[in-house]
């Protein structure tokens, strides 16, 4: 079983080999063909009139900034294999990247930083839809839009753009920051990575589900919060909400700080529930080996927290 073990690793080994230098013959043994173009800076003046943003990315990171003369352009610092097409047709802007091909062309060892940056007039439009791989997307404070919906693979979103419908962001193991804005409703999810959120106002439900990640609100008004999870802790700082809050972890650690709902539900496997809440409730608590320290209390809205192995401990601090 060894032997042939071996035999197959010296077949893989020597088949590579072959691929390898059947490139680089290809190349004309130049590895210049390899070496990465200098980025240079193209701007793309848009005429048309829009109110709707679409950009598809794979590397560049993603900036807005605001428009000197009231005009709307794409700058774009890029090389011949990062070109992009900018188009404003029905009232949409498309900013994509140009699709290459040749697998000489699909590799590079250039370190420049190649930058999307989307000068805009300051005014509301209908939605943003981003669509990026491995940069980082940063939305301004100044931007307003009926909607925001962005999917990324390891790239970091930040945003503080206010949002009258809702905001939905998808990531892999980019990290999301979202700071003082108001939306109608927010979805968070992301595999591997931190969901952060602080000055928040959202009139309808707030969701965040992430796979293994840290999740910390600091500063969040909403209707209903929800909360799924396998791995990672969440922290609750000043989070007021009218409804139900409804948290789901299998192992990681639940605070509260100064925060409240009118209901309550926890349930997580090997985590501590801990912390302080602002109003009185009907604590109805189960674990089974760690230990439950909550207020004896007898009228207030249902608090209900349930751990495997997990402590439990809670108490009523009113805001003074």
Same mark, same amino acid.
């Given at each position: 079983?060894?032997?042939?073990?071996?035999?197959?690793?010296?077949?893989?080994?020597?088949?590579?080999?072959?691929?390898?230098?059947?490139?680089?013959?290809?190349?004309?043994?130049?590895?210049?063909?390899?070496?990465?173009?200098?980025?240079?800076?193209?701007?793309?003046?848009?005429?048309?009139?829009?109110?709707?943003?679409?950009?598809?990315?794979?590397?560049?990171?993603?900036?807005?900034?605001?428009?000197?003369?009231?005009?709307?352009?794409?700058?774009?610092?890029?090389?011949?294999?990062?070109?992009?097409?900018?188009?404003?047709?029905?009232?949409?802007?498309?900013?994509?990247?140009?699709?290459?091909?040749?697998?000489?062309?699909?590799?590079?060892?250039?370190?420049?930083?190649?930058?999307?940056?989307?000068?805009?007039?300051?005014?509301?439009?209908?939605?943003?839809?981003?669509?990026?791989?491995?940069?980082?997307?940063?939305?301004?404070?100044?931007?307003?839009?009926?909607?925001?919906?962005?999917?990324?693979?390891?790239?970091?979103?930040?945003?503080?753009?206010?949002?009258?419908?809702?905001?939905?962001?998808?990531?892999?193991?980019?990290?999301?920051?979202?700071?003082?804005?108001?939306?109608?409703?927010?979805?968070?999810?992301?595999?591997?990575?931190?969901?952060?959120?602080?000055?928040?106002?959202?009139?309808?439900?707030?969701?965040? &589900?992430? !796979? +293994? /990640?840290?999740? $910390?609100?600091?500063? =969040?008004?909403? *209707?209903? @919060?929800?909360?799924?999870? %396998? #791995?990672?802790?969440?922290?609750?700082?000043?989070?007021?909400?009218?409804?139900?809050?409804?948290?789901?972890?299998?192992?990681?650690?639940?605070?509260?700080?100064?925060?409240?709902?009118?209901?309550?539900?926890? &349930?997580? !496997? +090997? /985590?501590?529930? $801990?912390?302080?809440? =602002?109003?009185? *409730?009907? @604590?109805?608590?189960?674990? %089974? #080996?760690?230990?439950?320290?909550?207020?004896?209390?007898?009228?207030?809205?249902?608090?209900?927290?349930?751990?495997?192995?997990?402590?439990?401990?809670?108490?009523?601090?009113?805001?003074?």
């Amino acid at each position: 079983m060894k032997k042939t073990a071996l035999i197959v690793a010296a077949v893989l080994l020597a088949a590579g080999l072959a691929l390898g230098f059947a490139a680089f013959a290809s190349a004309g043994f130049n590895l210049t063909w390899f070496k990465g173009e200098p980025a240079e800076v193209k701007n793309y003046p848009v005429e048309e009139a829009f109110d709707r943003i679409e950009i598809e990315e794979d590397t560049s990171d993603i900036r807005f900034a605001r428009s000197d003369d009231g005009k709307a352009r794409v700058e774009c610092r890029e090389t011949k294999k990062s070109a992009h097409t900018v188009t404003a047709e029905n009232g949409v802007l498309k900013i994509q990247r140009q699709k290459i091909t040749g697998w000489k062309n699909l590799i590079t060892f250039s370190s420049e930083k190649t930058v999307v940056t989307v000068y805009l007039p300051e005014t509301a439009y209908e939605s943003l839809a981003i669509d990026t791989h491995t940069g980082d997307t940063d939305i301004p404070e100044w931007l307003r839009f009926g909607s925001v919906s962005i999917r990324t693979s390891t790239g970091d979103v930040r945003s503080r753009a206010s949002v009258s419908g809702e905001i939905s962001i998808e990531s892999d193991t980019g990290d999301i920051f979202l700071d003082d804005l108001s939306a109608d409703a927010i979805g968070c999810r992301v595999s591997t990575a931190d969901v952060w959120m602080q000055n928040i106002a959202c009139a309808g439900d707030v969701y965040v &589900k992430v !796979s +293994t /990640g840290r999740t $910390t609100l600091n500063g =969040l008004t909403a *209707k209903n @919060f929800t909360s799924e999870g %396998s #791995t990672g802790d969440l922290s609750l700082e000043n989070v007021r909400i009218d409804g139900a809050i409804s948290i789901d972890r299998s192992t990681g650690d639940v605070t509260f700080n100064g925060s409240d709902a009118a209901e309550i539900m926890v &349930k997580t !496997s +090997t /985590g501590d529930v $801990t912390g302080t809440l =602002l109003t009185d *409730k009907v @604590f109805v608590t189960k674990t %089974s #080996t760690g230990d439950i320290r909550v207020p004896d209390s007898v009228s207030g809205g249902k608090c209900e927290i349930t751990t495997a192995t997990g402590e439990i401990s809670i108490r009523i601090v009113p805001k003074a």
